[in-house]
């Protein structure tokens, strides 16, 4: 079991910068594929990002390439998704998922799909001002 708490949400004009992180607690951390995956209101949840059990390998959504980078820290049990220059578009509820890839390679393409992923955090708001 693992749990996952999300925090750094808030509200920014546009072209500003937010840093969200995620911290899990439970099964080993360095073991899973990380995700962070977004949902605005009326609208289906879509990929952001993903990073592979070691860091090594990233994987961006086209709306955010460019302007988002993941990053992890296993020894701290942490994942954060730098935001820069921020469009009111980005504006929506923003969810960290954990994957057991059980240290498999990385796969760009379940990382991308919500079902590959088996826990997820509450949220955090984000609000682009335009």
């Known amino acids: 079991q693992v749990q996952l708490v999300e925090s750094g949400g808030g509200l920014v004009q546009a072209g500003g910068s937010l840093r969200l992180s995620c911290v899990a607690s439970?099964?080993?951390?360095?073991?899973?594929?990380m995700g962070w995956f977004r949902q605005a209101p009326g609208k289906e949840r879509e990929f952001v990002s993903a990073?592979?059990?070691?860091?090594?390998?990233?994987h961006y959504a086209d709306s955010v390439k460019g302007r988002f980078t993941i990053s992890r820290d296993n020894a701290k049990n942490t994942v954060a998704l730098q935001m820069n220059s921020l469009k009111p578009e980005d504006t929506a509820v923003y969810y960290c998922a954990a994957d057991w890839s059980h240290y498999r390679p990385f796969n760009p393409v379940s990382g991308a799909s919500g079902a590959s992923y088996d826990y997820w955090g509450q949220g955090t708001q984000v609000t682009v001002s335009s």
């Open positions: 439970g099964r080993t951390f360095s073991g899973y594929t």
């Open positions: 990073i592979s059990w070691s860091g090594g390998s990233t």
